[in-house]
């Protein structure tokens, strides 16, 4: 898929998109959000030939393997990586099949509490589908390259290979040769970089964004003769550097030993409802079920195991983890939370979020947030905003409903002082507040 992905971008021309032109086409399940400032940033970048040599340059490494012809617009690139995403998509339904998992019913949509589950790009700011999060992002940082392309290559190297190991590796390697290079600047020998080299082959080549990062320190390709060798071969080379330009390199190094990948935020879709006696009825879509394919072969290990299991006696610890795993089987959850007022505060989080993260959510949507509050789980379980402990552990997924409170004793301090009780829900939400069907 990766290469399948450069070889299609390596020709691209960025002219081609326009201004405001959207990354990824909408659907209209989506929030009314999906396209915050992507058009804005794609404006902005007015494309030039220095965008089109970037484009080109930070996808130059493919392997020489012939390739059929592709064509190279925006939309034919978008829909030719989604025809392989869906692909994959497919073979992974495939093994989930084979692994016998437990299929979830298909829903009315016009019935379901929330659309679905979507994402935002921290680049962008645009509303992204599941399916869609992966090649947005990879544009996403294309783009940036006319921009700077410093921070664009680091981008490329942590966000597009999986293998962090070689990703290290990588960073090791280029951090070295920089070194060298700001020890050495006179040496000519440490500003050359001969690409049939093993070290270069074996840890560079095959790591996206090395040699775009190596030529946005200034590394040019240059073919120069080999000795004993009657082709020349090509080569990476620095120019002689100033001491200003050899203390902007060790900066740069350091921005590549921070770089981190780049992740599509959950986007939580914050939504107030009016008091409804179908508070506690949730009807979820398929994405909140979804195993990833490492679940999903866990289990098929358990199922070969029930068997021996229901055989014999189980201790309570026994139980519980069985129980865990149940949890474990759902990906997000999507939590409401009845107010004092009678009103409803919903939001969609992953399973493995920890309470800090769901009381942060709710302080955020109050108008008087920095109050103490407590929230309580069906049964009457307190949830302590300190705990680091995941929902899924909380008993709180697929979906659960909670219980706001305020504080009690500041509450009577309060009212003793002759102050107003708090204001619940910001005004933003109460906007848009709606009746639970």
């Known amino acids: 898929m990766k290469k399948f992905f450069g070889d299609i971008k390596k020709d691209m021309k960025f002219k081609t998109a326009g201004p405001g032109k959207k990354l990824t086409d909408e659907t209209s399940a989506k929030p009314e959000v999906v396209q915050s400032s992507s058009g804005a940033k794609q404006s902005r970048h007015a494309v030039s030939e220095g965008a089109q040599r970037a484009g080109a340059a930070a996808l130059a490494r493919i392997d020489q393997q012939q390739r059929p012809h592709v064509h190279t617009g925006q939309s034919a690139i978008r829909i030719q990586v989604k025809k392989e995403l869906e692909a994959e998509a497919v073979a992974e339904k495939e093994k989930a099949t084979a692994a016998e ?29 599941k399916s869609d999060r992966e090649v947005h992002l990879k544009e996403a940082i294309l783009m940036r390259f006319e921009e700077d392309a410093v921070e664009a290559s680091v981008m490329m190297m942590h966000t597009f290979n999986k293998d962090k190991e070689k990703v290290k590796a990588a960073v090791d390697i280029i951090s070295k040769y920089v070194e060298n290079i700001c020890k050495n600047p006179t040496e000519e020998k440490y500003r050359k970089i001969k690409l049939s080299n093993k070290v270069f082959q074996e840890k560079l080549r095959s790591v996206e964004g090395c040699r775009e990062f190596l030529q946005a320190l200034g590394f040019i390709s240059v073919m120069l003769p080999v000795e004993g060798q009657e082709e020349e071969e090509e080569f990476l080379v620095l120019p002689e550097q100033s001491p200003d330009a050899l203390e902007l390199m060790m900066e740069r190094r350091d921005r590549l030993q921070r770089g981190e990948p780049v992740r599509a935020q959950l986007n939580r879709q914050p939504q107030a409802f009016r008091s409804s006696t179908n508070a506690q009825r949730f009807e979820l879509p398929p994405e909140f079920y979804n195993l990833s394919a490492e679940e999903l072969k866990k289990e098929q290990l358990q199922r070969s195991d029930l068997v021996e299991k229901n055989a014999m006696m189980r201790t309570k610890a ?28 919903q939001g969609t989080f992953y399973a493995w979020d920890r309470l800090p993260v769901l ?14 509050f407590e929230l309580i789980a069906p049964g009457g379980q307190k949830l302590h905003e300190s705990e680091e402990v995941a929902l899924a552990e909380c008993n709180l997924v697929p979906a659960a409903l909670l219980t706001f409170a305020w504080d009690a004793a500041v509450q009577a301090d309060i009212a003793a002082a002759g102050g107003k009780s708090p204001a619940l829900l910001k005004p933003e939400l109460l906007e848009t507040i709606r009746t639970l069907s």
């Open 101 to 129: 998992a437990p299929k979830v019913p298909v829903k009315d949509p016009t019935r379901l509490s929330v659309s679905g589950v979507y994402f935002t790009c921290p680049l962008t700011g645009a509303t992204l589908t």
């Open 318 to 345: 026994m139980r519980e983890r069985e129980e865990q795993r149940e949890r474990r089987k759902y990906n997000y959850t999507l939590l409401r939370v009845r107010l004092p007022d009678g009103n409803l505060l």
């Open 359 to 372: 009381f942060g959510f709710v302080r955020e949507s109050l108008v008087d947030g920095w109050q103490p």
